[in-house]
């Protein structure tokens, strides 16, 4: 069975520090990874994705990801925090056929 | 605009009253899946649905049920509602390819009170 775990509820940053939110992932097949971004009273968007093709992958708003498959990890970065980043991020896998698989979620704060 | 539709999106009811939340799928997309919302338990997976047959449960309560049609849209019936059934209800569609994304509406905020 799949899992993700993302570590740290709420993160806080200051505006223009980087930013890393941290996945990792339990999977018996090789993973198809995603991080989704819900800013407040909207549904869920895809940031980006990794589908096996490299393993740093580049999402909208300057977000990317790597895939380090001997961690089992899928951070997600951005080198300068911006105040409208702030936004709840979730990190999830696939196991295909229709089967995803959610963290729980961590709340972007950015401190002007 | 993600494709899927969710109706209605906001909803006011009393306490022990039953309700009804609308899906409908992306376009082409086989599977349903149902996601509760609260501040203090986060984005819960209720129950998915794939080309009308149950195809995995999660932390859903008893008091709620759920189908999806032969045109695959899907309702998520709420019974017996409580004060902690208020909560943003997500419904999301996929496609049995891996590398696609899971693709959400935008919710129905329940209010019970």
């Known amino acids: 069975a799949q899992s993700v775990t993302q570590l740290g509820s709420h993160v806080s940053v200051s505006e223009g520090a980087l930013v890393l939110l941290r996945c990792n992932y339990s999977?018996?097949?090789?993973?198809?990874l995603f991080w989704y971004v819900q800013y407040p009273n909207q549904g869920l968007q895809l940031l980006l994705k990794?589908?096996?093709?490299?393993?740093l992958v580049k999402g909208i708003n300057g977000f990317e990801a790597e895939f380090k498959k001997s961690e089992t990890s899928f951070h997600l970065t951005k080198p300068s925090a911006h105040m409208s980043d702030a936004a709840e991020y979730f990190c999830?896998?696939?196991?295909?056929?229709?089967?995803?698989?959610f963290g729980s979620g961590t709340k972007l704060n950015v401190k002007p | 605009d993600s494709g899927v539709t969710q109706t209605p999106k906001h909803l006011i009811t009393a306490t022990g009253q039953r309700v009804t939340l609308r899906c409908s799928p992306r376009?082409?997309?086989?599977?349903v899946y149902w996601y509760q919302q609260s501040l203090d338990q986060g984005l819960q997976f209720l129950i998915q649905?794939?080309?009308?047959?149950?195809?995995a449960k999660g932390n859903i309560l008893e008091r709620f049920s759920a189908q999806q049609f032969p045109d695959l849209h899907s309702e998520l019936n709420l019974s017996s509602l409580e004060l902690g059934d208020s909560a943003l209800y997500f419904c999301a569609s996929s496609s049995h390819e891996r590398d696609t994304e899971a693709f959400f509406g935008q919710g129905t905020r329940l209010t019970v009170v």
């Open positions: 376009s082409g997309d086989l599977s």
């Open positions: 999977s018996s097949v090789p993973p198809y």
């Open positions: 999830a896998v696939s196991e295909g056929f229709n089967k995803f698989y």
């Open positions: 990794y589908t096996s093709a490299a393993t």
């Open positions: 649905y794939y080309n009308g047959e149950e195809r």
